[in-house]
């Protein structure tokens, strides 16, 4: 009778992490990526500072920020990173919120992992949980807000940039945001869409950040080509041409025999009647500025400004589409075609000196598409903080006005979320019941990480705030100034819905996903001769494994 022989199906040089051990590993490395930013959260969040390996500083406390900056390898950790993200590329802002519920999340489970519920209960009872809370979101918390109530925009705009570096200028800041996005907002059939793409933000080190202004038109950061060009134009009529005004290549090899200096200079007269002709064209169609995406010939730039043609050659492609929304002109491909109904319009465009620099001002456009904010500080520090705090203010005001739903903040849509689940997970039945459960305490982490940060006793804001809501009163949140529990909408602490719904949904799937791994294996290294890739890529191992998001190779590296 033949023994059998033990398969082996990886190399000896495999790391494999299993069971309790991979999910206890998983656990607390999403833990602690969570812990590292929670101390941000909130009016009275504290800052960090990022150093990289060249030295450079980065000073914020915006949670995306700090995760993409920071050196994360642990796979299980990366995963959360994409929690806020994706919450950053949705929304705008509640990155730390999202982060900090989805370690709380896994804290919470952790605790039934060893009371033996099974990781599959739990993940179903933290779907069924995530499930009930977008329900009671969008159907009995959230509150109607149109592009109108521009009282209601501010007072979210404000929310988003309380507690980061540019709340002492958020009462010129809330402005500059609500009348930019009602400036781009598009209206349709269904509602307002809001393009950010059409707000561009220059930044420019000087003065403060109370100086930041927005424009009705655009900044272009480009100075004129040639020195004999006005520095200002009333009454622009603008062409944007992404053709280069220069002599035309042949489109096929060529070789020109000169054989006498008559012959040469026949060429270049032949040369320079050529980009006259071009310059000719754009004059007769009426237009006296001139945005050029590709290279303006020295000739060309002479006849231009012989002209009184005002002139900007190498603009970026994305700012001839800004341009073109906000002066209302086509993009010209042929200057051969250009007609006078091409033409954008402005009331002014002038060159102006900021910090030194030369920058093109676009401005008094009739009804502009697309809008630019000039970003002011007293340092490069400062100013980073400023536009991180605009982006994020525009984006959350634009998801308000294209979802027209906003709820309170300060900790009271968490609270009240907790309060219902704990209700329906009567109702579940089954061991579900206990993730469910355990739900609701993790959303808990949001008032008493406000407290904390503010320096409050966590467990007396929670029970002031629990008490209060089970008495009915859903929108009481936690006053982080003075401790009190007080109504959130009457104090105008006010975010989007989308912030929130974003925030449960990617914090439950990311914690269900993390859950349901049992086993960690490290593909090998790849340095075995000649043996040909295996399919998943370099390194070998499973099939698949190599091709993993995150980069499976790396995973030994915080384990």
Not at 30 to 49: C, E, I
Not at 195 to 202: A, L, V
Not at 325 to 332: D, Q
Not at 360 to 376: G, Q, T, Y
Request: aromatic share 2%; proline share 3%.
């Amino acid at each position: 009778m033949s023994m059998r022989q033990p398969v082996f199906i990886l190399s000896d040089d495999s790391e494999v992490t299993r069971g309790k051990d991979a999910q206890e590993n998983n656990i607390n490395a999403a833990k602690a990526v969570s812990g590292a930013v929670r101390t941000t959260l909130g009016p009275k969040g504290m800052d960090k500072m990022l150093v990289d390996t060249l030295g450079d500083i980065v000073i914020t406390n915006d949670g995306v920020t700090i995760l993409e900056e920071m050196d994360i390898e642990h796979p299980a950790a990366k995963m959360v990173v994409q929690v806020a993200e994706t919450q950053e590329d949705e929304v705008g802002d509640g990155t730390t919120t999202a982060v900090a519920i989805a370690g709380e999340l896994l804290k919470q489970s952790e605790d039934l992992l060893e009371q033996d519920v099974h990781p599959t209960i739990i993940a179903s009872g933290l779907r069924q949980a995530s499930q009930k809370c977008q329900e009671l979101l969008n159907q009995e918390i959230a509150k109607n807000v149109s592009i109108e109530d521009e009282e209601r925009l501010r007072k979210v705009a404000e929310t988003a940039m309380t507690g980061k570096g540019a709340e002492s200028a958020r009462d010129e800041l809330r402005e500059i945001t609500v009348n930019a996005i009602k400036s781009v907002a598009d209206e349709t059939e269904d509602g307002y869409q809001v393009d950010i793409d059409n707000i561009k933000i220059e930044k420019k080190v000087g003065g403060r950040a109370q100086d930041t202004q927005l424009v009705d038109g655009m900044i272009i950061d480009k100075e004129k080509v040639h020195p004999g060009m006005p520095d200002s134009v009333e009454n622009a009529k603008i062409a944007l041409i992404s053709a280069p005004i220069e002599h035309k290549e042949t489109e096929v090899d060529a070789e020109i025999q000169i054989t006498n200096p008559d012959q040469l200079q026949q060429f270049l007269d032949e040369e320079e009647k050529m980009l006259k002709k071009l310059v000719n064209k754009i004059k007769e169609s009426g237009a006296n500025v001139v945005f050029c995406q590709k290279g303006i010939d020295d000739m060309a730039q002479h006849y231009l400004a012989k002209e009184g043609i005002l002139a900007v050659r190498r603009a970026k492609k994305s700012d001839l589409k800004k341009l073109a929304r906000a002066t209302g002109g086509n993009v010209v491909s042929n200057i051969d075609e250009i007609e006078p109904s091409d033409l954008g319009q402005a009331g002014t465009v002038k060159e102006k000196k900021v910090s030194n620099e030369s920058m093109l001002f676009v401005e008094e456009c009739k009804n502009p598409r697309s809008v630019s904010i000039l970003v002011r500080g007293g340092t490069e520090h400062v100013v980073d903080e400023v536009e991180r705090a605009l982006d994020d203010s525009v984006k959350v005001v634009g998801v308000a006005v294209e979802d027209g739903k906003v709820v309170a903040g300060g900790g009271a849509p968490e609270v009240e979320l907790a309060h219902r689940l704990r209700e329906y997970a009567a109702s579940v039945g089954g061991r579900e019941q206990l993730a469910v459960e355990a739900f609701a305490n993790a959303l808990e982490i949001v008032p008493r990480t406000l407290a904390e940060n503010a320096g409050l006793d966590p467990i007396d804001a929670l029970v002031d705030l629990r008490s209060k809501h089970e008495a009915g009163e859903t929108e009481k949140g936690l006053n982080v100034y003075d401790g009190e529990v007080i109504d959130m909408w009457e104090a105008g602490v006010v975010e989007p819905l989308r912030v929130k719904t974003q925030a449960v949904d990617s914090a439950s799937e990311t914690a269900t996903m993390v859950l349901r791994i049992d086993d960690v294996i490290t593909a090998a290294t790849g340095d075995s001769g000649d043996e040909p890739e295996a399919p998943g890529g370099p390194g070998g191992g499973m099939p698949g494994a190599g091709g993993m998001p995150g980069g499976m190779g790396g995973m030994g590296g915080m384990m």
